[in-house]
């Protein structure tokens, strides 16, 4: 079966610093993948999705970047965090023949 | 315009109780459609899709009326775990979802 991991759980970080978070899916190839993120009381705001090893589209622009350097992993990075960025980021799978979409557990980011 | 609209609730329900709400698309082109379940500072995950004939799963009924652009889910015999935010879902290309705020459900003992 598949299974999706993202990590950190939490992370706490100051304004202008960089972020890293990492999401893995195991058990399927070739997987679409995204990132979203959920600010308190919103919806999920699709940031990037990823076709394939080294392909990127963006949704919105701002100071995030995402890479896929596998093909079951993606990259979500920022050079300079913003206060804005603090939320809740959701890396989510899915396979062509199929129709929806499943979600990792999320990184709850603050930023202060 | 938002893609899909949803009332926020909360919805207040007794255990036993019956339940339910819409979702309204603004994408007449929408081909699928899905609710999902997000527990308190969880991910969402699939409830159920929803298709063109209405389908149910168990005590929980989802119907789509595409004229009007809405979709609806209802749940029958509440329980205590029932309680979630609901997501209503609309596909509007092969790889994008267009998710809804949510409707929160709250059901008391």
């Known amino acids: 079966s598949q299974t999706i991991h993202q990590w950190p759980a939490t992370l706490v970080q100051p304004v202008g610093s960089p972020l890293s978070l990492e999401c893995t899916v195991e058990?399927?190839?070739?997987?679409?993948l995204y990132w979203y993120r959920q600010a308190a009381g919103r919806g999920l705001q699709l940031l990037f999705y990823?076709?394939?090893?080294?392909?990127i589209s963006s949704e919105v622009p701002q100071n995030l970047s995402a890479s896929r350097p596998q093909d079951r992993q993606f990259i979500l990075s920022s050079k300079k965090l913003l206060l804005s960025d603090s939320g809740f980021y959701l890396c989510?799978?899915?396979?062509?023949?199929?129709?929806?979409?499943?979600f990792g557990p999320g990184t709850r980011l603050t930023v202060l | 315009r938002k893609e899909v609209e949803q009332d926020p609730g909360p919805f207040n329900v007794p255990e036993g109780a019956t339940v339910a709400f819409n979702c309204t698309y603004s994408?007449?082109?929408?081909?699928?459609f899905f609710w999902y379940r997000q527990d308190c500072r969880k991910e969402p995950k699939l409830l159920m899709s929803?298709?063109?004939s209405g389908n149910e799963d168990g005590r929980f009924t989802a119907q789509l009326n595409r004229a009007s652009q809405y979709i609806s889910l209802l749940i029958r015999d509440s329980k205590l775990s029932d309680s979630a935010t609901y997501l209503c879902?609309?596909?509007?290309?092969?790889?994008?979802?267009?998710f809804g705020a949510g409707t929160t459900v709250t059901v008391r003992a």
């Open positions: 989510a799978w899915s396979v062509l023949s199929q129709r929806t979409q499943y």
């Open positions: 058990g399927t190839s070739n997987p679409n």
């Open positions: 990823s076709v394939g090893i080294g392909q």
């Open positions: 994408n007449s082109a929408s081909q699928s």
């Open positions: 929803v298709y063109s």
């Open positions: 879902v609309v596909r509007i290309n092969d790889y994008k979802l267009s």
